[in-house]
């Protein structure tokens, strides 16, 4: 929305080795480099898998590419005996740019709980890494708590503490809308949307709040993406299933073509 530069952010998971990555990033800089995409306009990142980081920041940096790319969780520590973790610092020195924390399948398959969110929301920016923190209700918690509270609280918890200028991007992604095909209704991402700008002045102020890019996510494709960039709170998406199909996540960064 207005002054803040739309992000498409494709979250690959688990997908597409080290190989095949540099095969996607290669094809998807191919595919926006033509005069129908303004890479001043939006932004376009790639969530790999970890395995992946060094490679794709290799392509990038070699052939200079417009892509932004960050990793999809870090540790809580720095270094240290936590076998199996990886730290903010060496996704920092791959110059990754963002780090996703507390995606839902984070949340729900690895216990992390609204605090472990907050302390890698606080380890990413001490390393210099953008969190795209992830918030949403579940359809048990839409149904008992109606739609913004459990995103309002999660969002609280995860951003206390924060300085006012911070380097932050929220994704809304309601859990029921994952995955599943049926995305949330523009309207109903516009409201939640709305709701965390809201706790964002409380938490930033003003200026914090408004610099700061909302995404939503949650069965985001190219046929879609264009209703929810229509809402004002609503400022680029956080995209699955879709990000690992060329040709669609094309056409989803070039929505407004
Ligand atoms: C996600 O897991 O972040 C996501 C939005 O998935 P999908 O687009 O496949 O619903």
């Known amino acids: 929305a207005v002054n803040r530069t739309p992000l498409i952010a494709g979250n690959w998971k688990m ?25 001043g306009a939006v ?15 290799t392509l990038v940096q070699a052939d200079k590419l417009p892509i ?14 936590y076998t199996g973790e990886i730290s903010g610092a060496f996704i920092a020195q791959l110059d990754a740019k963002y780090v996703i924390i507390g995606h839902s399948e984070r949340r729900q398959y690895h216990g992390e709980t609204d605090e472990i969110v907050a302390a890698k929301v606080q380890a990413a920016v001490k390393h210099g890494l953008v969190p795209v923190l992830c918030v949403g209700e579940t359809a048990e918690d839409l149904e008992q708590y109606g739609p913004s509270a459990v995103p309002v609280g999660q969002l609280e918890t995860a951003i206390a503490g924060l300085p ?12 029921w809308a994952i995955g599943s ?10 409201s939640v949307a709305k709701a965390l700008r809201d706790v964002l002045v409380e938490s930033l102020g003003a200026e914090g709040a408004a ?17 929810f960039m229509r809402e004002p709170d609503v400022d680029g998406a956080l995209v699955g299933g879709a990000s690992l199909d060329i040709d669609e996540f094309s056409a989803i960064i070039r929505y407004q073509k």
């Open 15 to 39: 997908n597409l080795d080290h190989l095949q990555a540099i095969a996607f990033v290669q094809k998807l800089a191919w595919n926006l480099a033509d005069a129908k995409h303004d890479f």
């Open 43 to 57: 932004e376009a990142a790639v969530f790999p898998p970890f395995t992946d980081l060094r490679s794709v920041q």
């Open 68 to 81: 932004a790319y960050g990793a999809q969780d870090l540790s809580v520590h720095d270094s240290g005996a």
């Open 164 to 175: 006012a200028d911070v380097d932050l991007v929220v994704a809304y992604e309601p859990v």
């Open 181 to 190: 095909g049926q995305a949330a209704t523009p309207e109903q991402a516009g």
């Open 211 to 227: 610099a700061t890019r909302i995404l939503y996510g949650g069965s985001v494709k190219a046929a879609n993406i264009a209703a």
